[in-house]
């Protein structure tokens, strides 16, 4: 009899063994799934202050040269010099110009696309796009975050 009782009890052992190690396997991927999520919240973090500073530094250097003593964008702009790097000016079309401003960033991989319009009569807009990545010829690439900085006056 009693040998009986071992044989139809033979396979629950197992059965808690599969169950318990489901268990424990699911608690180990949320787990995980947590932790990945905190790591890419953080990473878009740092991207979106990069992009952002990018943005600051190329409104910055637009402001400072549109504001110094003999504009920059005069209707044959020189270069400037911003982030120690000389930056050609284009103006296309009248009174609309632009410039990139790379190497910004932590890593020194983002860039600035700027524009300054001063077809309003005295209003000038400055629009500077910050990328946290895009390298010296500032392009987009995959995972770029964008950010922007408008200044009128």
Same mark, same amino acid.
């Given at each position: 009899?009693?040998?009986?009782?071992?044989?139809?009890? +033979?396979? /629950?052992? %197992?059965?808690?063994?599969?169950?318990?190690?489901? %268990?424990?396997?699911?608690?180990?991927?949320?787990?995980?799934?947590?932790?990945? +999520?905190? %790591?890419? /919240? @953080?990473?878009? *973090? +740092?991207?979106?202050?990069?992009?952002?500073?990018?943005?600051?530094?190329?409104?910055? #250097?637009?402001?400072?040269?549109?504001?110094?003593?003999?504009?920059?964008? %005069? !209707?044959?702009? !020189?270069?400037? $010099? #911003?982030?120690?790097?000389?930056?050609?000016?284009?103006?296309? !079309?009248?009174?609309?110009? $632009? /410039?990139?401003?790379? @190497?910004?960033?932590? *890593?020194?991989? @983002? #860039?600035?696309?700027?524009?300054?319009?001063? $077809?309003? *009569?005295?209003? $000038?807009?400055?629009?500077?796009?910050?990328?946290?990545? @895009?390298?010296?010829? #500032?392009? +987009?690439?995959?995972?770029?975050?964008?950010?922007?900085?408008?200044?009128?006056?």
């Amino acid at each position: 009899m009693i040998i009986k009782k071992l044989k139809k009890n +033979k396979g /629950f052992v %197992i059965l808690f063994a599969v169950t318990l190690s489901a %268990i424990l396997l699911s608690i180990a991927l949320g787990v995980a799934n947590i932790a990945l +999520k905190e %790591i890419k /919240f @953080g990473t878009s *973090g +740092k991207d979106t202050n990069n992009a952002f500073f990018a943005a600051d530094v190329g409104a910055e #250097c637009a402001l400072y040269y549109d504001r110094s003593s003999g504009s920059a964008f %005069i !209707p044959s702009p !020189p270069s400037i $010099t #911003c982030n120690d790097n000389s930056i050609t000016i284009t103006e296309n !079309p009248a009174s609309v110009w $632009t /410039f990139t401003v790379s @190497g910004l960033g932590s *890593g020194g991989q @983002g #860039c600035a696309k700027v524009t300054v319009d001063k $077809t309003t *009569g005295s209003l $000038t807009q400055v629009v500077s796009n910050g990328y946290n990545n @895009g390298g010296a010829s #500032c392009v +987009k690439t995959s995972n770029t975050v964008e950010r922007q900085v408008e200044l009128n006056y």
